[in-house]
């Protein structure tokens, strides 16, 4: 194997591990506030100024 072929990967397991703990996450953040106020803060940090 070669060494980018290692490190390509490796970042593929790890944006995937994130993107499966993000769906837990917001499963669970569900349970304790409705849709408008789990989107709400999601909504506004793009329009943020930076």
């Known amino acids: 194997?070669?060494?980018g072929t290692?490190?390509?990967d490796t970042l593929l397991l790890?944006?995937?591990?994130?993107?499966g703990f993000a769906f837990v996450a917001q499963r669970?953040?569900?349970e304790y506030v409705g849709?408008?106020?789990f989107n709400?803060?999601?909504a506004a940090f793009p329009s943020?100024?930076?």
């Open 14 to 19: 790890l944006t995937a591990l994130i993107w």
């Open 6 to 8: 290692l490190k390509a």
């Open 35 to 37: 849709p408008f106020t």
């Open 40 to 42: 709400g803060p999601w």
């Open 28 to 30: 669970v953040g569900m």
């Open 48 to 50: 943020s100024p930076s």
């Open 1 to 3: 194997m070669h060494k």
